[in-house]
């Protein structure tokens, strides 16, 4: 599989079902990278948005992305919420055209999540990247499908407040629902950060299930 040193990152892939599941999974970890990278390249991908939604995609997306490299891009497509498993095979088309981006690492969907958009967006992701390092990365929600990750990344009090800031700033058409919350965006983290002792009290965490040691 490809190998990958996390101080020589140039280029990353990120992949989510809706507006604001990058945010919330890794937007953390793409401040604090972003920031400890100067020139990285990202290519952010939102699979379903529209109306009110693309335009909070892209301008969280920017927000987030503001310290990433002037040729970083956001994609926001249209296929069908909550239809994915009907759109494999268009979304997997589109999937193939992000491969000449060739990034260093990909962020996607947790395998076992059990929103079913979630779970096809990262099937195919293994399926079109599946000699690239992937993260994958979990989505707090009613399902209560959170698992035991085995990867994690410590990030600093002001990048996890700056997430939930930009979250709750961005995604007006989500306030009035009972989880979009900065106790939620917050919490998450502040567990994850007491699994790994990070020095900073925080931390996202990932499933990573193939990666060499360098």
């Not at 497509?77 to 055209?97: A, H, L, N, V, Y």
Request: aromatic share 12%; with cysteine; hydrophobic share 40%.
């Amino acid at each position: 599989m490809r190998q990958v040193r996390f101080d020589r990152l140039k280029r990353i892939l990120c992949l989510g079902a809706h507006s604001d599941d990058i945010e919330i999974g890794c937007g953390g970890t793409l401040l604090k990278l972003t920031a400890e990278h100067p020139g990285l390249e990202v290519t952010w991908v939102v699979c379903s948005a529209g109306g009110v939604r693309t335009m909070e995609a892209k301008a969280s997306a920017r927000a987030f992305l503001r310290h990433a490299a002037a040729k970083s891009r956001v994609i926001v497509k249209d296929f069908r919420t909550s239809f994915f498993p009907f759109e494999g095979e268009q979304i997997k088309q589109f999937f193939e055209t992000l491969k000449p981006f060739q990034p260093d690492l990909v962020f996607t969907h947790y395998r076992d999540d059990r929103h079913q958009d979630h779970r096809v967006l990262s099937d195919l992701t293994w399926n079109t990247f599946r000699s690239h390092v992937i993260l994958e990365y979990e989505i707090p929600k009613y399902d209560g499908d959170l698992g035991a990750p085995n990867f994690f990344v410590p990030i600093s009090r002001a990048h996890c407040m700056k997430k939930s800031a930009l979250l709750l700033r961005h995604f007006g058409s989500q306030r009035d629902k009972h989880w979009f919350t900065s106790e939620l965006f917050l919490a998450l983290p502040r567990i994850r950060g007491m699994e790994c002792a990070s020095s900073t009290l925080f931390a996202e965490a990932f499933y990573s299930r193939k990666m060499q040691l360098l």
